[in-house]
């Protein structure tokens, strides 16, 4: 497979993309200082390429520092702390700094097994990506051969191998799905006319090169099935910022009623944003503007604004795509953030419609609240689901359902949000070791149980279940997540029934609740 940069023993090894397509070069780099420029410069380019970029310099910042006979991490740390700031948009970069960094106290070489480690991943992410996303356009788009535009470059040259959304684009091709791709030119640099438009060629995909200003025209002609873009940043809210002009696609895309589609890493989800707000838009030199090839093209003293990037607010996106979770709808855009209990009111009205209840069941004194109906009810399961992934976004990436009505709306959940489900039993039920968690209920006690590995520390799991009355069965829950070395990152339940603890018990976790019975007893 061929591959954008590398380590070859001593030194970094990468495509120096100022000078394609007319020629082929590679940079050997061998200090930090060089790294640096050839990322500014663009040499090296790509949000995943560069945070790539940075694993390696802090490797190769290790390794001189330690042949200067320097044995304090002080000096490395400075030279990742310029890597991190050599572009300030992309996340990728200070994210594959960080992580290069955090394997500094093991001695240079762990520093540099991180690293290429990373490269070896990167193929495997978008390769996952890719197909994912691939599966999604099918999804979205006529049974016959496409018409694709893309933005700027997201291939090989802007990732190490593979790429996003043009990794996407050849894997359609290899299915043999793809009619014609329209490649923007993406000024003022021409990534996509010079790199998408060779990394195409290589591949023998048909493609016709597009002036970025006749992208809606070729939407409105017709000439377009789906929008493929990358991302350089995505807050938390699912705000994408990506090269200058992607915006611009995705209001026309909008309009024109095209699926608008963003490939990126998980790595280029920035969760410390609310929005895309508080991205900083790098703006560049204004002779990338005024000049083409050395040559002046604008009036000398002509004033330039000449932002690198733009950011696309979430709900113009029809989904974002990584190698984990398909975020879609733009739903992220209305993700709740308050800890307390959220209560949709769009679906509380059909659900208080189709929810029956029938006292003294199972015990007298207990009031059962049954949603046979509201589950019968044609579509509502899914509109249901929906209003989850609306308010809580990409905010995790695993879902527990309980034992056994938390089993429907989780499942649903994870079709929807594209995420793994795992199953919380009662006792008995689950081969190999488990964890195991007791808890109290209205009119008694039980256990709950979750099988040992099925979930990964570190996981943000969102656990749901149908009814919350005391909370006891989904602290329980919270409780096996936490057992597991993952993280709770929200609870959701189709009824709330006030009055009886639940959200007390609860308090220390987001909580979804999409109807709430006021009346609980």
């Not at 970025?212 to 939407?219: E, K, R």
């Not at 307390?340 to 679906?347: M, Q, Y």
Request: aromatic fraction near 4%.
């Amino acid at each position: 497979m061929k591959t954008s940069l590398h380590w070859d023993g001593e030194a970094i090894i990468a495509v120096d993309q100022r000078v394609l397509p007319r020629e082929y070069r590679l940079l050997r780099i061998t200090s930090v200082a060089e790294l640096i420029g050839a990322i500014q410069s663009l040499a090296i380019r790509g949000a995943p390429a560069i945070g790539l970029a940075g694993a390696l310099g802090v490797a190769l910042s290790a390794r001189l520092h330690r042949a200067a006979g320097e044995t304090g991490a002080a000096a490395v740390e400075a030279d990742a702390a310029r890597l991190a700031q050599a572009r300030p948009t992309a996340v990728n970069l200070a994210w594959g700094v960080r992580r290069a960094l955090g394997r500094l106290a093991e001695g240079p070489e762990a520093v540099l097994a991180e690293a290429t480690a990373m490269l070896a991943e990167d193929a495997a992410v978008n390769g996952a990506a890719a197909r994912r996303a691939a599966d999604l356009v099918r999804s979205l788009t006529p049974d016959r051969p496409l018409r694709l535009l893309t933005h700027c470059n997201t291939g090989r040259l802007a990732t190490a191998a593979v790429g996003t959304a043009l990794g996407t684009i050849l894997e359609l091709a290899e299915r043999g799905c793809v009619a014609e791709v329209l490649v923007d030119e993406t000024r003022p640099l021409l990534q996509g006319a010079r790199l998408t438009a060779w990394e195409l060629g290589e591949a023998a995909v048909p493609y016709r090169i597009c002036v970025d200003s006749a992208a809606a025209a070729a939407m409105a002609q017709g000439l377009v099935d789906c929008v493929l873009v990358g991302a350089d940043r995505i807050a938390d809210n699912g705000d994408t910022a990506n090269k200058i002009g992607t915006y611009t696609l995705a209001v026309a895309a909008a309009h024109h009623d095209i699926p608008f589609l963003v490939v990126a890493p998980e790595s280029t989800w920035d969760r410390t944003l609310p929005d895309g707000s508080g991205i900083v838009i790098e703006e560049r030199d204004p002779a990338e503007v005024t000049h083409y090839a050395g040559t002046a093209a604008a009036p000398v003293d002509a004033d330039v604004y000449n932002p690198a990037f733009d950011v696309t607010p979430a709900r113009l996106i029809t989904a974002i795509v990584s190698e984990r979770r398909t975020v879609s709808g733009g739903r992220a855009a209305e993700r709740g953030t308050s800890a307390d209990t959220v209560v949709d009111a769009s679906p509380s009205d059909r659900i208080a419609a189709l929810l029956t209840s029938f006292p003294d069941c199972p015990e007298p004194g207990v009031v059962f609240r049954d949603l046979a109906g509201v589950y019968a009810e044609p579509g509502l399961l899914a509109q249901l689901a929906g209003h989850v992934t609306r308010h809580l976004g990409a905010g995790f990436d695993r879902i527990l359902a309980v034992e056994s009505r938390g089993f429907v709306l989780g499942s649903a959940l994870a079709v929807l949000a594209g995420v793994p489900l795992t199953l919380a039993r009662k006792p008995g039920k689950l081969p190999g070791p488990v964890y195991e968690a007791a808890y109290d209920l209205e009119y008694g006690s039980d256990r709950l149980e979750l099988q040992k590995g099925a979930i990964a520390p570190g996981e943000r799991v969102l656990c749901v279940d149908d009814v919350l009355a005391t909370g006891g069965t989904l602290s329980a829950a919270a409780a096996l997540v936490e057992a597991g070395g993952a993280e709770v990152a929200g609870l959701a339940v189709v009824v709330a029934l006030a009055g009886l603890g639940g959200r007390e018990r609860l308090s220390g976790h987001p909580l979804l609740a999409l109807h709430e019975v006021t009346d609980a007893k």
